[in-house]
């Protein structure tokens, strides 16, 4: 079992830019296809990036293309969200997960959520 750790949320002005880290101590790390989802309070999660287990395939949500660029250091165990250009509508808690299986964008294709980080783009 993956247990998924995010860190790197905020508090940043909209235009701005902020880095998203999520990592897990297991040795199969590389061999996760991963994501990154988010929450607006009321909502329902949504899918926003995804990362295939070499780094090979990425996948978006049509929200995040232009803005956010997703990687992943595996010699580290360590995904990045490298996120430009924020905006207000931006502002959720954001999670990482693993894919075990379905649509890449769907959010009930993922589970082992880390806890969350907090961010928010002020206007």
């Known amino acids: 079992q993956v247990r998924l750790v995010e860190s790197g949320g905020g508090l940043v002005q909209a235009g701005g830019s902020l880095n998203l880290s999520c990592t897990a101590p297991?040795?199969?790390?590389?061999?996760?296809?991963l994501a990154w989802l988010r929450q607006i309070p009321g909502q329902a999660r949504e899918f926003v990036a995804g990362?295939?287990?070499?780094?090979?395939?990425?996948y978006y949500a049509d929200s995040a293309k232009g803005r956010f660029t997703i990687s992943r250091d595996n010699s580290n165990n360590m995904m990045i969200l490298h996120m430009n250009m924020l905006r207000p509508e931006d502002t959720a808690v954001y999670f990482c997960?693993?894919?075990?299986?379905?649509?890449?964008?769907?959010?009930?294709?993922?589970?082992?959520w880390g806890p969350g980080t907090q961010v928010t783009v002020s206007a």
């Open positions: 997960a693993g894919w075990i299986g379905g649509s890449y964008y769907s959010p009930s294709s993922y589970n082992y």
């Open positions: 297991t040795r199969t790390f590389g061999s996760w296809t």
């Open positions: 990362i295939s287990g070499a780094g090979l395939t990425t």
